[in-house]
C-alpha cells in the first residue's frame, strides 16, 4: 500500500508540477486575444445598438429616394403643361393678330358697326 502512495504521490507531483495555475499573470498573447475579444464585443454592441438607427436610415432614404421620384415626375408633368399654356397662348395670340388683321380690310365703317353691337 505504501508503494501505491508514493506512486499515487508521484504522479500527483508530476500532474501538479506540469499543470498551470489556476490565475496565471497575463501573458501579452493573452492580453491581445482579450484585446480582440473585447473589440469584438464593442463592434457587437456597437452593431446591437446601431441596428435600429442603420433601419431608420434606410426607411428615411427609401422616404427621400419615393419624394424625388414624386418631384421629378411632378417636374415633367408641370412642364408638360407649361408648354402646352405656351402653344395655346401663340394660338390665340395669332388668331387675335389674323382677326385684327381681317377688321381692318373691313374699313372703318364696319368697326364702328360692329363695336354697337
Do not use: F
Amino acid at each position: 500500500m505504501s508503494a501505491l502512495r508514493a506512486e499515487a504521490s508521484n504522479d500527483a507531483v508530476e500532474i501538479i508540477g506540469t499543470s498551470q495555475p489556476k490565475n496565471p499573470a497575463p501573458t501579452l498573447e493573452s492580453r491581445r486575444s482579450g484585446e480582440e475579444l473585447g473589440g469584438e464585443k464593442i463592434a457587437k454592441l456597437i452593431q446591437e445598438t446601431g441596428a435600429g438607427s442603420v433601419a431608420e436610415i434606410d426607411k428615411l432614404c427609401g422616404q427621400l429616394n419615393a419624394a424625388r421620384n414624386y418631384l421629378e415626375q411632378e417636374s415633367k408633368r408641370i412642364g408638360d403643361d407649361i408648354r402646352r399654356y405656351t402653344h395655346l397662348a401663340q394660338t390665340a395670340s395669332a388668331s387675335v393678330k389674323v382677326i385684327t388683321n381681317s377688321m381692318d380690310k373691313w374699313g372703318p365703317e364696319t368697326r364702328i358697326a360692329l363695336s354697337k353691337t
